[in-house]
């Protein structure tokens, strides 16, 4: 049986502290020697599924072909499923618990093509308790994947259309509003809107932003250099979307922003009140591949 | 002279925030470009020479054979040798300094077999200071063990049982009453106790824990999400040992407890004034290989 | 065309909550797959050009021939250059933005060769903006050099003169007196001086240190575990700089020093009220190779 798989994407919620990450890239070593494993981040906050999903979205069109592992999971040792997704259009597998955590970027990287639930206990690890399935459940999974085991010998099938769909937030406009939500705030404070620039040509220059009761006007800008000092401005970031920035400072912290906050974009001089946004199944953008 | 050795575990308290990590990882590179290292974690509190003892001894029993290196070693510099020790069990050998880091896993792994102290200059890098071991004698000591070199080589040979021995503390029975320790408090806020579940069919359902002078009911639980809200809880973690846990909750956050402490395990209308566990040397209990 | 670099050595300031070395990592790995990318660190403070441009120039002499990437870059999206740097010396290519930050570890290396601005699109990612150049230019520029593209290729030539120098700063001698400053305070809180120990023959043991208005003795130590308890001592360490450092304890914390601050270091009975230390373009002396 030949090597199938020679890069698996590592994406969780262990932190640093701990060796849970270095002990499921032990097993996947042990198992599968020839394996590199990239770690995407460890750094999630723990059980925030809807921020892995976003980071495992926006990184998805860049990783190397092979296994994806995700592991943000709440419900360890629960009835969640844990799933194997093979997608359509990349070569490539997702493995992660059936909570969302995998959604996005499966759709983004084809959509689901074969799904299975890892319950074949041969590729499990033996443990005493059910607490660590990336160690004893996951990991296993992929280094078997690896090594060219197929995705139906690992459990039993599943219908792809049964996999739990990730939730992205969509804009709505009102009148001459937008009203947006913060999709994530990165390390240097900026602040990503569910705004496609496309949706700002409505307003002017500067656009007012309203958030918690306050108002911040702020105006467009090219670059974080391109922002004066102790303004904020809006950026069309590195993924397509409108970014509350700072030049050299926090704009998340100057505004008290973070995700999930709702932000209403209008013309400087408008009514800026808005109601919360809805939400909406709906996947990011497709988007090009990296070389 | 075959390579011997492909891959190196390797833990320490050296933090992120520098260039440690990545330069011990640049000398073995430099020496033995054929070894993949793969980090268990740097995230060990500065100095705390027992919480990476016990997480080398939690991931032993995982990680891929080679050549392990924990550097915990608040007396770098002085008296204190710096070792490498091979298994009698396992093809692989423990490095880093004789403080009692490696003492646990080296017992887990089946023993010390061979030992030396890191004399030898011809394999340590020159410095001008003595304050990064790391760096100086063990990173060059670990490539050259994984291109070849027999341990021998590297220094005067050292009598295994003069090796300072893990310390891991003994739970107390007292009464119808177990005194434990927290062994270990993770990411997520789950209390590790010294504690076999074994250890608990004295006691009924609910149990009372005691701690700083406090009390609390918990109830056994198959996982944490099958905890009541609010409630905290016993389960069995992936090493076999009682875990006080919450439901998407931080235990330890809730109840204040820490590596360390003492907690008090009775039946619920018990008396648990109970007083500190007693220390004694002993080793995890040996466990599994992982494939 | 042969493959001439097998390794990335790679410093930020991205942090680890999101998923930026991921990224990075992954889109090198996408192009160049035999890659080995060896983190030094990424946990620089964000924007902290001269803390990222001497990490690099400590690691400098231990790193693996091969592509050095250091990515701190407050000037993204800016006029700002992007550039690879050749060195005469050693088998490798600094990459990263021209505002200082590959300087001084340039100068180690034997300083810069031959130049280039990464100014050809054909080896760009493609981006719908330009906030994440990490993942869009320098790192498919360092996977095509890895691959074998001549770095003349990459863009348009650079005179090496015109490269952002370093600036470290000097120590200056007042009487009896040697005015220092703060470069680095570590992971456990040891305060490396701008001093080399040859600077402190004027100087008896012990030594007063005044700071911030203060005053403090310090005696010479040969480790950190010779220190007093409760004292600072003065310690040669591993880079051949003078270091205020405390015994299993932060003396960063305990004298509230942080990098950048002023230091003046005197006899135990002088006058130690020094001025602020004056800044020059140096290098780091240079220094042997790791084996």
């Known amino acids: 049986m030949p090597e199938r798989f020679e890069t698996v994407s590592f994406l969780s919620d262990f932190g640093s502290a701990?060796?849970?990450?270095?002990?499921?890239?032990?097993?996947?070593?042990?198992?599968?020697?020839?394996?590199?494993?990239?770690?995407?981040?460890?750094?999630?906050?723990?059980?925030?599924?809807?921020?892995?999903?976003?980071?495992?979205?926006?990184?998805?069109?860049?990783?190397?072909?092979?296994?994806?592992?995700?592991?943000?999971?709440?419900?360890?040792?629960?009835?969640?499923?844990a799933v194997a997704?093979?997608?359509?259009?990349?070569?490539?597998?997702?493995?992660?618990?059936?909570?969302?955590?995998?959604?996005?970027?499966?759709?983004?990287?084809?959509?689901?093509?074969?799904?299975?639930?890892?319950?074949?206990?041969?590729?499990?690890?033996?443990?005493?308790?059910?607490?660590?399935?990336?160690?004893?459940?996951?990991?296993?999974?992929?280094?078997?994947?690896?090594?060219?085991?197929?995705?139906?010998?690992?459990?039993?099938?599943?219908e792809p259309d049964t996999l739990l769909p990730g939730v992205l937030p969509l804009t709505r406009r009102e009148g001459g509003q937008v009203v947006a939500e913060v999709l994530w705030v990165d390390r240097y404070g900026n602040v990503q809107l569910n705004v496609d620039p496309d949706e700002l040509v409505i307003l002017d220059d500067p656009v007012m932003l309203s958030f918690h009761g306050e108002q911040r006007s702020a105006r467009r800008a090219e670059s974080y250099s391109a922002i004066a000092a102790g303004a904020v401005g809006l950026v069309v970031?590195?993924?397509?979307?409108?970014?509350?920035?700072a030049n050299r400072q926090s704009a998340a912290g100057e505004l008290g922003l973070g995700a999930g906050d709702s932000v209403t974009l209008a013309v400087a001089d408008g009514d800026a009140s808005g109601p919360a946004a809805t939400t909406s199944p709906v996947a990011l953008r497709p988007s090009r591949s990296p070389s």
Not at 19 to 25: D, Y
Not at 55 to 73: E, H
Not at 237 to 245: E, F, M, N, P, R
Request: charged content about 15%.
């Open 85 to 158: 997704v093979e997608v359509a259009e990349v070569a490539s597998v997702f493995v992660g618990p059936d909570n969302g955590v995998l959604a996005s970027a499966v759709a983004l990287a084809g959509g689901a093509n074969r799904a299975v639930a890892l319950t074949d206990e041969r590729f499990h690890l033996p443990a005493p308790g059910s607490t660590f399935a990336g160690r004893d459940i996951f990991a296993p999974a992929v280094a078997h994947l690896c090594n060219g085991v197929d995705l139906a010998e690992l459990g039993e099938p599943v």
């Open 237 to 245: 970031d590195a993924y397509g979307l409108v970014s509350i920035a």
């Open 18 to 81: 701990d060796e849970f990450v270095g002990v499921v890239k032990s097993v996947i070593r042990s198992i599968a020697p020839h394996v590199v494993v990239v770690d995407l981040t460890h750094g999630i906050s723990a059980y925030d599924v809807r921020g892995a999903s976003l980071a495992l979205a926006r990184a998805v069109q860049y990783l190397a072909p092979g296994v994806v592992l995700a592991v943000v999971d709440p419900g360890v040792g629960s009835e969640r499923r």
